[in-house]
């Protein structure tokens, strides 16, 4: 059986496009920013940020994995990485000796509020100054869109206002 493949429109294509460039260029910018200012990659000031979010400054490896996008072989090694530095610290999860649970140190707690307000800046360089707040608003509406087809189970779909992250 063959099916036909509903090819582009020229519109639809400068936009397919101009989306795969901004998702190359973005992480590699971010990355750089952040092995500047904090010698850390973007996926590790994900990890500790995640961290810092979480009630005690702790979650189970692997709901951290979850909210990273990670395998549990790549977090492993990230965490480790992070361990090394002083940063985070795994130890048993008290309610299931079979999971880890990974804290976030105050050291690690110390980086990402350093952190922070060049990330920001970064982010706003690049995207929300860029953008009118009708646009930002009309982003938001867009990512969310391919959100529920790429994240259906919500892991990575920030909340709207008023929703609690989950």
């Given amino acids: 059986m063959t ?3 509903p090819w582009l429109s ?11 460039a901004v998702a190359e ?9 952040l092995q500047r ?3 850390l990659t973007h996926f590790e000031y ?3 940020a995640m961290l810092s ?21 790549r977090l492993s090694h990230v965490v480790k990485r992070l361990e090394d530095r002083g940063l985070v610290r795994r130890a048993p999860c008290a309610d299931d000796r079979r999971a880890t649970n ?14 922070a307000p060049g990330h920001v800046r970064t982010a706003r360089e690049l995207v929300v ?4 707040p009708a646009q930002v608003a009309e982003l938001e509406t867009i990512t969310r869109a391919m959100l529920g087809r790429l994240d259906p189970e919500g892991r990575l779909t920030p909340p709207l206002d008023g929703d609690t992250p989950g």
């Fill in 3 to 5: 099916t036909s493949t």
């Fill in 10 to 20: 020229p519109a639809e294509l400068r936009a397919w496009l101009g989306l795969v």
């Fill in 25 to 33: 260029l973005l992480p590699a910018q971010l990355d750089s920013q």
């Fill in 37 to 39: 200012d904090a010698t």
């Fill in 46 to 48: 994900q990890v500790l």
């Fill in 53 to 73: 979010e979480a009630p005690d400054h702790v979650l189970r490896m692997s709901a951290l994995a979850q909210r990273t996008n990670a395998t549990l072989p």
């Fill in 102 to 115: 990974a804290h976030l140190t105050p050291a690690g707690w110390d980086l990402v509020v350093a952190s």
């Fill in 129 to 132: 100054d860029a953008l009118t």
